[in-house]
Protein backbone atom coordinates (compact mmCIF):
# COMPACT_ATOMS: atom_id res chain seq x y z
CA UNK A 1 0.00 0.00 0.00
CA UNK A 2 1.17 3.72 -0.40
CA UNK A 3 0.56 6.64 1.50
CA UNK A 4 1.14 10.57 1.12
CA UNK A 5 1.37 12.74 3.07
CA UNK A 6 1.39 16.61 2.56
CA UNK A 7 3.24 19.42 3.92
CA UNK A 8 3.61 23.06 4.07
CA UNK A 9 0.73 25.40 2.85
CA UNK A 10 -1.12 27.71 5.16
CA UNK A 11 -1.46 31.29 4.46
CA UNK A 12 -0.03 34.23 2.47
CA UNK A 13 -0.92 37.81 0.64
CA UNK A 14 -1.55 37.67 -2.63
CA UNK A 15 1.56 38.21 -4.79
CA UNK A 16 3.46 35.94 -2.54
CA UNK A 17 4.68 32.59 -1.95
CA UNK A 18 4.05 28.77 -0.80
CA UNK A 19 5.56 25.81 -1.32
CA UNK A 20 3.70 22.44 -0.45
CA UNK A 21 5.28 19.36 -0.43
CA UNK A 22 4.30 15.34 -0.46
CA UNK A 23 6.15 12.48 0.48
CA UNK A 24 5.49 8.86 -1.06
CA UNK A 25 5.62 6.08 0.97
CA UNK A 26 5.45 2.52 0.40
CA UNK A 27 4.33 0.74 -2.96
CA UNK A 28 2.21 -0.72 -5.11
CA UNK A 29 3.79 -4.48 -4.71
CA UNK A 30 4.75 -4.15 -8.45
CA UNK A 31 6.86 -7.03 -9.75
CA UNK A 32 9.05 -5.55 -11.43
CA UNK A 33 9.03 -2.40 -9.24
CA UNK A 34 8.83 1.04 -10.38
CA UNK A 35 8.34 4.91 -9.49
CA UNK A 36 5.18 5.94 -9.83
CA UNK A 37 4.08 9.36 -10.94
CA UNK A 38 3.06 11.90 -8.53
CA UNK A 39 0.98 14.77 -9.48
CA UNK A 40 -1.18 17.92 -7.47
CA UNK A 41 -4.66 18.84 -7.68
CA UNK A 42 -6.74 21.32 -5.95
CA UNK A 43 -10.47 21.99 -4.95
CA UNK A 44 -12.47 24.92 -4.07
CA UNK A 45 -15.69 23.99 -2.00
CA UNK A 46 -18.53 23.49 -4.63
CA UNK A 47 -16.04 22.67 -7.34
CA UNK A 48 -14.44 19.72 -8.84
CA UNK A 49 -11.10 19.04 -8.57
CA UNK A 50 -8.30 20.19 -10.86
CA UNK A 51 -5.12 18.94 -11.39
CA UNK A 52 -2.16 21.77 -11.04
CA UNK A 53 0.76 19.85 -11.79
CA UNK A 54 2.35 16.50 -12.03
CA UNK A 55 6.06 14.48 -12.16
CA UNK A 56 7.13 11.68 -13.02
CA UNK A 57 10.96 9.72 -11.80
CA UNK A 58 11.88 10.33 -15.23
CA UNK A 59 11.99 13.81 -14.93
CA UNK A 60 8.81 15.19 -17.47
CA UNK A 61 6.86 17.16 -15.10
CA UNK A 62 3.17 18.70 -16.25
CA UNK A 63 1.65 22.17 -15.40
CA UNK A 64 -1.82 23.31 -15.87
CA UNK A 65 -2.11 26.54 -18.34
CA UNK A 66 -3.72 28.55 -15.11
CA UNK A 67 -0.79 28.05 -13.33
CA UNK A 68 2.39 27.46 -15.50
CA UNK A 69 3.63 30.91 -15.81
CA UNK A 70 3.58 31.24 -11.30
CA UNK A 71 4.06 27.83 -9.94
CA UNK A 72 6.93 25.06 -10.61
CA UNK A 73 6.77 21.25 -9.24
CA UNK A 74 9.38 19.68 -8.52
CA UNK A 75 10.50 15.90 -7.59
CA UNK A 76 13.09 14.48 -5.54
CA UNK A 77 13.50 10.78 -6.50
CA UNK A 78 15.99 10.28 -3.61
CA UNK A 79 13.27 10.95 -1.13
CA UNK A 80 10.14 10.21 -2.88
CA UNK A 81 8.63 13.41 -2.52
CA UNK A 82 6.93 15.95 -4.92
CA UNK A 83 6.90 19.53 -4.20
CA UNK A 84 5.15 22.65 -5.58
CA UNK A 85 6.49 26.00 -5.77
CA UNK A 86 3.72 28.86 -5.60
CA UNK A 87 4.91 32.04 -6.90
CA UNK A 88 2.34 35.35 -7.16
CA UNK A 89 -0.48 34.05 -5.70
CA UNK A 90 -3.33 35.02 -6.78
CA UNK A 91 -6.99 35.20 -4.78
CA UNK A 92 -8.23 32.44 -6.52
CA UNK A 93 -4.94 30.09 -6.03
CA UNK A 94 -7.19 29.77 -2.20
CA UNK A 95 -8.11 25.95 -2.34
CA UNK A 96 -7.46 22.69 -1.10
CA UNK A 97 -4.22 20.91 -2.41
CA UNK A 98 -3.82 17.59 -2.44
CA UNK A 99 -1.35 15.38 -3.59
CA UNK A 100 -1.69 11.87 -5.69
CA UNK A 101 -0.31 8.95 -7.14
CA UNK A 102 -1.03 6.94 -10.24
CA UNK A 103 -0.10 3.03 -10.00
CA UNK A 104 1.77 4.32 -13.66
CA UNK A 105 4.84 5.60 -14.64
CA UNK A 106 4.17 8.26 -17.05
CA UNK A 107 3.37 11.82 -15.94
CA UNK A 108 0.45 11.91 -17.85
CA UNK A 109 -1.55 9.53 -15.89
CA UNK A 110 -1.09 12.02 -12.60
CA UNK A 111 -2.98 14.77 -14.18
CA UNK A 112 -5.75 13.25 -14.63
CA UNK A 113 -8.17 12.93 -11.41
CA UNK A 114 -10.10 9.47 -12.68
CA UNK A 115 -6.26 7.43 -13.46
CA UNK A 116 -5.23 8.35 -9.76
CA UNK A 117 -5.01 5.46 -7.40
CA UNK A 118 -4.46 7.06 -3.90
CA UNK A 119 -5.21 10.40 -2.47
CA UNK A 120 -3.18 12.64 0.52
CA UNK A 121 -6.02 14.16 2.82
CA UNK A 122 -5.09 17.99 1.58
CA UNK A 123 -3.66 20.71 2.94
CA UNK A 124 -5.45 24.07 2.71
CA UNK A 125 -3.65 27.43 1.25
CA UNK A 126 -5.57 30.42 1.95
CA UNK A 127 -4.26 33.59 -0.25
CA UNK A 128 -5.97 36.60 1.04
CA UNK A 129 -5.62 40.62 -0.12
Known amino acids: AVQLAESGGGSAEAGGSLTISCSLS????????????LGWFRQETGKQREHVAA???????MIADSVKDRFTVFRENTKNTVSLQMNSLKLEDSAMYYC???????????????????WGRGIQVIVSS
Open 100 to 118: AVAKRSWVGYCRDVDSIDS
Open 55 to 61: ADADGNV
Open 26 to 37: GDFGADPPFDPC
